[in-house]
Every structure is written in structure tokens, then in C-alpha cells.
């Protein structure tokens, strides 16, 4: 029930903007987004709860819909900072809340100057 | 700061050698996980921890254990550690109240030599 992420990588110029996709085959509980850079752990940036929400952070936003079982990371201006590998992690809605994540496979996002 | 702390960063073990990882926090969570992730991968639940209920992933290999002795201290245990176990093994918490997000710990880097 890993959920499938895409694009695999993305190479883009410092103010562009990206679009990371998360989509399950499963009722999804959850959706978590997570950054990690090489060699450290992974760091939260949102999470969206079944019922559809969009939630944004300064310039990174995400959405879930539900119908779909699908969620969008979405970059906005990108900075250098941005760079990394994006995990999307899922939680079924059989679990309830606390099953533990299933994580994509990631997403390598590298930003150019 | 609050936080999830595991020790040691990194760890060099002989095959099939007993190993024990540690993690501890302050975010007085009741649930918590260990992730195994190898290099260029997603990570992998491992089992995890609700509140004293130890729930383990049916992939799971036998050769690894895990001791919760109070709600701050988790420990995975690597009976007999083989050259196919060498990953970064994650520590993560969470609670009910802030929809299950995760809080990584450094992660312990594991070499098997």
C-alpha cells in the first residue's frame, strides 16, 4: 500500500515553482509531507487529515482530495533551501490515526541558482 | 527544546554481533515508531509503540526487538546483525492532539563490517 509520488526528480532555477504529487489506491486517514536533506532526518512540513483540506505555509501549500486519494505539494517561488527529497507518508483510514506512515518513494527537488 | 534524541549518531557493529539503539524524548508522546531506511530509499516501519501496546509490521524480521520501559525510552534491539541491515534507523514520535505528526529524532547511522 505504498503510496506512488511523482515526479520522481525535479531540477529547477531559484524562483520557480513545483508541484509534488502523492496518490494511494487505499481510503487515506492522512497525508503527511515531510523534507529530508542528505544525511539528516526528516523534517515536517504538513499534514492533511481525511475530509479535504488545503494547507499552506508560506510558500509551500498542499491539498488533498479526497475523491482521488490524492495530494499535491505545492512550491512556490522556490528557494535554494528547498532542495531535497520530499516524502509523502500515508496513513489508511482503517488505522484510525496511529498506525504508522507508509512513505512514497520520494521526490528529489534540486534547485539551481 | 523538546525533542527526540538518539544515540549514538553513529554506530559500527561486527556481524552478527548484538546491537542496541537508543531513543528518547521530552515531547511526552505516547506513540512511537522505528523506521528503517536504507540509503537512496523510503523508510520502512519497523514496529512502533502506543502508549505500552508494541505493534509490529508483519515484514518485520524477527531479528530485530524492541523494549519500551517507560514513555520516554524506546530501544531497538539488532539480535544478530547482518551486512543487509546496515541503514539509518529512525526514531519518530507522535500524539493524538497534534493529528499524529511526526517528530524525527537525528537518526543512528548503523555500519555492519
Known amino acids: 500500500q505504498q503510496p506512488v509520488q511523482s515526479p520522481q526528480a525535479v531540477i529547477l532555477r531559484e524562483g520557480e515553482d513545483a508541484v509534488i504529487n502523492c496518490s494511494s489506491s487505499k481510503a487515506l486517514y492522512s497525508v503527511h509531507w515531510y523534507r529530508q536533506k542528505h544525511g539528516e532526518a526528516p523534517v515536517f512540513l504538513m499534514i492533511?487529515?481525511?475530509?479535504?483540506e488545503q494547507k499552506g505555509h508560506e510558500k509551500i501549500s498542499a491539498s488533498f482530495n479526497e475523491k482521488k486519494q490524492q495530494s499535491s505539494l505545492y512550491l512556490t517561488a522556490s528557494q535554494l533551501s528547498y532542495s531535497g527529497t520530499y516524502f509523502c507518508?500515508?496513513?489508511?483510514?482503517?488505522?484510525?490515526?496511529?498506525?504508522?506512515?507508509?512513505f512514497g518513494k520520494g521526490t528529489h527537488l534540486i534547485i539551481q541558482p | 527544546d523538546a525533542m527526540v534524541i538518539q544515540n549514538p549518531r553513529y554506530q559500527v557493529t561486527q556481524f552478527g554481533k548484538p546491537v542496541t539503539l537508543s531513543c528518547s524524548q521530552t515531547l511526552n508522546h505516547n506513540v512511537m515508531y522505528w523506521y528503517q531506511q536504507k540509503s537512496s530509499q523510503a523508510p520502512k516501519l519497523l514496529f512502533h509503540?502506543?502508549?505500552?501496546?508494541?505493534?509490529n509490521e508483519a515484514d518485520t524480521p524477527d531479528n530485530f526487538q524492541s523494549r519500551r520501559p517507560n514513555t520516554s525510552f524506546c530501544f531497538l534491539d539488532i539480535r544478530s546483525p547482518g551486512l543487509g541491515d546496515a541503514a539509518m534507523y529512525l526514531c519518530a514520535t507522535s500524539r493524538e492532539g497534534e493529528g499524529f505528526r511526526y517528530t524525527f529524532g537525528s537518526g543512528t547511522r548503523l555500519t555492519v563490517v
Open positions: 507518508g500515508t496513513e489508511l483510514d482503517s488505522g484510525g490515526g496511529a498506525d504508522g506512515l507508509t
Open positions: 492533511l487529515l481525511k475530509g479535504g
Open positions: 509503540y502506543y502508549d505500552k501496546d508494541f505493534n
